[in-house]
Structure formats: C-alpha cells, structure tokens
C-alpha cells in the first residue's frame, strides 16, 4: 500500500475513535497537532510519512481516552500491521506515542516523536492554549481564580502552561513558543489588571 493511502487510513481510523471526544483532545487538536508536526518535520528534514502518522495517532491509546492502554496498543499494532507498515515503523510510532504525553515527563527517542511531542506542547499554548485550559477547568468545575485555593485554572499556567516554551526540543518548534509564550504572559497581566 502506497504512503499516503496509509495516511488516509489511518486519519480514518483516528476520526472514528474521536468523533464523540469534546475533553480537549477532539479532532480538530489532532488536525492542528498533525498540521504543525508536520511545518516543524519540513524544516527539521524528518521523515514526514512517521511525523504525519505519530501526530494522528498520538493520543490513541491515552490512559485518559482508553480504559487500557496496553489493549490500546494492541489494537493499534494490529491496524497499523492491517494497512502493512514495516515493524520498524510501528516500533517507531508505538514508542513515540507512549512517550509524547506531558503527564507521563518522558521523551520520545526519535526525532519524528520529539517532532510530535513538541507540536502537542504548542496546542497547550497561546490562544487556543488558553481556551483549552479554561475548557478542561469547566469541564471539571474547576474555579477560572480564586484568592485562596490553588485548584483553579489560572494556577495550571504555573504548573504547566508557562513551563512548556524551555522543554521544546526543536528550534522551529521553540521560535512558535516565543510568541505563543508571551501572549499567555500577556493575558495573565491583562487578567490580574481586570481582576484587580
Ligand atoms: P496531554 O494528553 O497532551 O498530556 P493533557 O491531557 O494533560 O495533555 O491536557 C490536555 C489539555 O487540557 C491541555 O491543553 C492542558 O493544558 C489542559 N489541561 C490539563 N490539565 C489541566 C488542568 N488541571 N487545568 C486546566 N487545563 C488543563
Ligand atoms: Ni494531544
């Protein structure tokens, strides 16, 4: 099968399993993620074929999304094997997805997965960064602030948001992080402003 028939199977694959997602991780954070991946891969000299591919299926077997992920990679492996990837590719693109997840603090050992990882990072930045915060925060009753308790939204900046620009692991990756850095700090001083 030619590479990008398997590219288009495999985005099918990925729309079936996402269409009912809404928690931050719906289809159109995998078209962005994918669309980045692969502007950061041109520049990068990757191979854009597994760039592509590990940026679909990145979030396919979260432990969040998927009651197991072992059986989740099970799976995987035997519909990746289905549209006749090389065992070399879906060793590549099974340990990249394992890896990728902020939570977990692993890092991919290839640059398609380094790639991936970074262009999962950026989605958890700037505008849309923002908007997903507050989305997930809403979607678990979260307060947007408050005064004296630490378990609201504004908080995760500081836990994760403003730390994501010095863990980026490619140059063209770390130029998208500056504006997009500096735009949350923006919003946090316009907040406070209003807030005060
Ligand atoms: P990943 O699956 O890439 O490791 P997460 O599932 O942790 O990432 O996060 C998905 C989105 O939800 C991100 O945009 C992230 O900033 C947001 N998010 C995760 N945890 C929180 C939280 N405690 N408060 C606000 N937003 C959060
Ligand atoms: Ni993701």
Redesign the pocket.
Known sequence: MDKHKQLSAIREYVKALFINERT??DLYHLQRVTHTAKLIACEEDANLFLSEAIAWLH?TT?H?LVESEEQAKITLRKFLDSILLSESEIEEILEAITT????KEEEPSTLEGKIVQDA?RL??MGAI?IA???T??GA?K?FMYHEEEKDH?IQ?FY???LKLKSTMHTASARTIAEERHLFMQQFLDQFYKEWN
């Open positions: 931050g991780h979030d979260d969040k990728i997840s902020f939570s999962d989605d958890a960064g997903r915060a507050f997930y925060g678990k979260r939204t995760h836990d994760k948001l």
